[in-house]
T-cell receptor, first 111, second 109 residues
Framework: EADIYQTPRYLVIGTGKKITLECSQTMGHDKMYWYQQDPGMELHLIHYSYGVNSTEKGDLSSESTVSRIRTEHFPLTLESARPSHTSQYLC??????????FGPGTRLTVL | GQQVMQIPQYQHVQEGEDFTTYCNSSTTLSNIQWYKQRPGGHPVFLIQLVKSGEVKKQKRLTFQFGEAKKNSSLHITATQTTDVGTYFCAGGNDYKLSFGAGTTVTVRA
């Protein structure tokens, strides 16, 4: 069983609020990723990190930001949530060229 | 950048029948991985193929990597209701994976 955690699992919030989605892994993986996915649809990479103090934007433009101050922690922040941000956000981690482990996801609804 | 295309997008299968989903890349892949996402769940790793022409089996699932390392396939025999979900292929390198759009499988009992 993969040791990668996301909180909260579900979040309903009003427009304009600032939110932070948490992601932690205890596997010591250097690479971490954030994906946005609508139900049953493809995975869109929005941010990734190759290690501490490394962050890159993904293939899908996103208004969110990330930080990587510690190896195990890769939080995603939305400064001002909008209804268009409603989606599922999946965090993942990986070591080298091995399999990628996904967290359980955060389902975000912005009213 | 690298793109991985996956077909079909949807596969409706009668229980007990076989089906295949295909993955194609515009560039040569160093390896390809397959994931399964159950409805309401998150993607879970199934297998990785590395060698040209490699074939691997997991019970009723057969995975194949093309000779040119630009395509891959997943064949499921005797489909069961437990096979329901979305199957993603992913190609890439040690740094980043490029995921296909997925094949969503539904099963008619």
């Amino acid at each position: 069983e993969a040791d990668i955690y996301q909180t909260p699992r579900y979040l309903v919030i009003g427009t304009g609020k600032k939110i932070t989605l948490e992601c932690s892994q205890t596997m010591g993986h250097d690479k971490m990723y954030w994906y946005q996915q609508d139900p049953g649809m493809e995975l869109h990479l929005i941010h990734y990190s190759y290690g501490v103090n490394s962050t890159e934007k993904g293939d899908l433009s996103s208004e969110s930001t990330v930080s990587r101050i510690r190896t195990e922690h890769f939080p995603l922040t939305l400064e001002s949530a909008r209804p268009s941000h409603t989606s599922q956000y999946l965090c993942a981690s990986r070591s080298g060229g091995s399999e990628q482990f996904f967290g359980p996801g955060t389902r975000l609804t912005v009213l | 950048g690298q793109q991985v295309m996956q077909i079909p997008q949807y596969q409706h299968v009668q229980e007990g029948e076989d089906f295949t989903t295909y993955c194609n890349s515009s560039t040569t892949l160093s390896n390809i991985q397959w994931y399964k996402q159950r409805p309401g769940g998150h993607p879970v790793f199934l297998i990785q193929l590395v060698k040209s022409g490699e074939v691997k089996k997991q019970k009723r699932l057969t995975f194949q990597f093309g000779e040119a390392k630009k395509n891959s396939s997943l064949h499921i025999t005797a489909t069961q209701t437990t096979d329901v979900g979305t199957y993603f292929c992913a190609g890439g390198n040690d740094y980043k994976l490029s995921f296909g759009a997925g094949t969503t499988v539904t099963v008619r009992a």
